[in-house]
């Protein structure tokens, strides 16, 4: 029985997985609805996964997201790598369903990048690698404490979907003309292959999962309830 909840819980990874990168990285890709459209379509698909599969893994479809429920003790060692495993692979198949759909990787697939040349403010913003670092590990924080924190209480977790899929929302219309906002190694490495685009990729595949593990360490030593 054990094992047929984890051959379940594995299933739904790489389906939400998939379902998150192509998506998330469709709408950036077709650009409708600009920022906000953006924004609302990755939300939305964790919203919507958050109630449909969190009673059979917990819905992270994010390698960063397992790594810091793994370093918070809340799964063990094996099940945070094959969760891995799996959500890499939908997330890569995801890219190469989006370039056969859009007939082509012209469209940069929804790569995520970090800005050369964006227009705000009435200045023009380059962001720099370390910045970029920094912003991708930061918002990962948010998000991966609001998945540690929501998520696992029982007193707010009836609406844990809402929290974390609006905590993406957030993150995005704040990171997303900065770095694409990816908080998720899964959500870049699809696009990046598919679209033969690996500018800063080590960047999109390291800062996510410092700020997961940043999230971890707070909520098991600093706020923890034990």
Not at 133 to 141: C, D, P, R, S, V
Request: glycine share 16%; aromatic share 10%.
């Amino acid at each position: 029985m054990q094992e047929r909840g984890m051959s379940k819980a594995l299933v739904v990874e790489f389906i939400g997985t998939f379902a998150f990168v192509f998506i998330g990285a469709g709408t950036v890709a077709l650009g409708l609805g600009g920022l906000v459209g953006a924004a609302f379509a990755h939300g939305l698909v964790v919203l919507g996964l958050t109630y449909a599969y969190g009673h059979i893994s917990g819905t992270h479809i994010n390698p960063a997201v397992t790594i810091g429920v793994w370093m918070a003790g809340r799964i063990d060692a094996g099940r945070a790598i094959s969760y891995i495993v799996f959500q890499v692979i939908g997330g890569v198949l995801a890219g190469f369903a989006l370039r056969y759909v859009l007939g082509g990787a012209e469209t940069g697939l929804g790569a995520t990048m970090l800005a050369q040349g964006l227009e705000a403010g009435g200045t023009t913003i380059t962001v720099p690698v370390a910045a970029g670092f920094f912003l991708e590990a930061l918002l990962t924080f948010f998000l991966v404490n609001a998945v540690l924190f929501a998520g696992t209480d029982d007193s707010v977790a009836p609406l844990a979907g809402i929290a974390i899929g609006s905590t993406f929302v957030f993150c995005f219309l704040m990171g997303g003309p900065l770095t694409g906002a990816s908080l998720n190694p899964a959500r870049t490495l699809g696009p990046a292959l598919a679209s033969e685009n690996f500018a800063h990729l080590w960047l999109y595949m390291v800062a996510p999962p410092v700020g997961a593990v940043a999230a971890a360490v707070l909520n098991r030593q600093v706020l923890s309830r034990r």
